[in-house]
């Protein structure tokens, strides 16, 4: 099948072993292969956009944010149905966000259904708030996650569909330096 939507995203390896098990049951990206990550924009292009030109464009713009290392402090909530991992500082994210939009202004975050874009990591949502409740119960117990962010990713796939693939990552901080493709 091919894929009819595509995200940037930044992953979050070292927090696999805390989110992880909750991930696979409570967050349907998780089963589509999507790994421990911080939204950098969803949806993204369709996937028929994304040409050489895109692809250039991104590499210009995420070079152009420095690297940055990042800790997952707390568990959050956004009301009581979705679970997050809160990442600190949140800016560099935000920014990240903020100049993909500029440069791509066709494609705001989560369609402009939300006024403040709040970086995130998902560990469930749309489940029961007693299993939600354990989950952060159990994923506090791994904080703080510290990692170094030194890239983004873009993916393609179809909602609710398995799996999403890696269609290139795009390093911070590094002008000069071209998309480094992934084979499918």
Known sequence: MEPTQTALIVPIPEAEEAVGRFRASLDRAASWGVPAHVTVLYPFLPPEQIDE???ATLRD???GI???DVALTHVDWFGDTVLWLAPQPDRPFRDLTEA???RFPEAPPYGGA???VVPHLTIGHDADKPVLTDAAETVSGYLPIHAAVDRVRLI???PDVSPWRTVG???LGAPGTGLQTVSA
């Open 114 to 116: 939300h006024s403040d």
């Open 100 to 102: 993909v939009w500029r």
């Open 169 to 171: 990552e795009f390093p």
């Open 156 to 158: 393609a796939g179809t």
């Open 66 to 68: 420095p690297r940055f």
């Open 53 to 55: 030109r895109a692809l």
């Open 61 to 63: 713009t995420i070079a």
